[in-house]
């Protein structure tokens, strides 16, 4: 069975740092666009980014996050591992919300097009992450 655990979550003051992974298991997801979505509470899900396969050819990565999150957070991909990373930093409070990792084998991650949730077949568990003083 194929699954994605997020972890890394937590309760954090504004300014504050936290890494997001997302653990893949039950296949190998090297192959496949990872996208990170939050919920906000009383808020639709929102994808804030994305990554495509990174170790095959330089033209092939590809990263993008929301412009709401840009220059604060990176995604990241470490394919030994099977596991994908958001590495959050000066966080707000606005950032409090459930974060989701998801995955699909044919989804392309383009600077141009914000990820949507029908776009991703496979998804974790969801992980809480809190700012506030």
């Known amino acids: 069975q194929s699954q994605l655990v997020e972890a890394g979550g937590g309760l954090v003051q504004p300014g504050g740092s936290l890494r997001l992974s997302c653990a893949g298991s039950g296949r190998t997801f090297s192959r496949y666009a990872m996208g990170w979505f939050r919920q906000a509470p009383g808020k639709e899900r929102e994808g804030i980014g994305c990554?495509?396969?990174?170790?095959?050819?330089?033209?092939?990565?590809?990263?993008y996050l929301v412009d709401s999150v840009k220059g604060r957070f990176t995604v990241s991909k470490d394919n030994a591992k099977n596991t994908v990373y958001l590495q959050m930093g000066s966080l707000k409070p606005d950032d409090t919300a459930v974060y989701y990792c998801a995955a699909d084998l044919s989804y392309y991650c383009s600077s141009d097009h914000v990820p949507k949730s029908y776009e991703f077949e496979y998804w974790g568990q969801g992980t809480q992450v809190t700012v506030s003083s």
């Open positions: 990554i495509s396969i990174a170790d095959i050819s330089p033209w092939l990565r590809n990263t």
